[in-house]
């Protein structure tokens, strides 16, 4: 079982930028491909980015393409998220997800964090 917790969510303006982080419990979080979704009030949890296993290869949804980065850390059992040029349209509940499967743009993985609040306000 592998316990997500994120962190780093906020307030920011317009064009701002944030960086998420979700720390995993498990030592092994390495085997796992991880993923950020997002879901705005009213709206369906929609993918937002993925990294592979070695972190060697990320894929990311259009419209955060250029202005997101997904990262990770295996040593420290941590991927990120690094947001840039936000929009009041980025604003969401994110959430990191961990799987053992490539890839993946539903949301049909194995392991949640329970989500932390973006808002740009305009």
């Known amino acids: 079982q592998v316990r997500l917790v994120e962190s780093g969510g906020g307030l920011v303006q317009t064009g701002g930028s944030l960086r998420l982080s979700c720390a995993a419990s498990?030592?092994?979080?390495?085997?796992?491909?991880a993923a950020w979704f997002r879901q705005a009030p009213g709206k369906e949890r929609e993918f937002v980015a993925a990294?592979?296993?070695?972190?060697?290869?990320?894929y990311y949804a259009e419209p955060v393409k250029g202005r997101f980065t997904i990262s990770r850390d295996n040593a420290k059992n941590t991927v990120y998220l690094q947001m840039t040029s936000l929009k009041p349209e980025d604003t969401a509940v994110y959430y990191c997800?961990?799987?053992?499967?490539?890839?993946?743009?539903?949301?049909?993985?194995?392991?949640w964090g329970r989500g932390t609040q973006v808002t740009v306000s305009s």
């Open positions: 498990e030592r092994s979080f390495s085997m796992y491909v």
């Open positions: 997800a961990a799987d053992s499967a490539w890839l993946r743009t539903t949301p049909e993985y194995d392991y």
């Open positions: 990294i592979s296993r070695s972190g060697s290869t990320t």
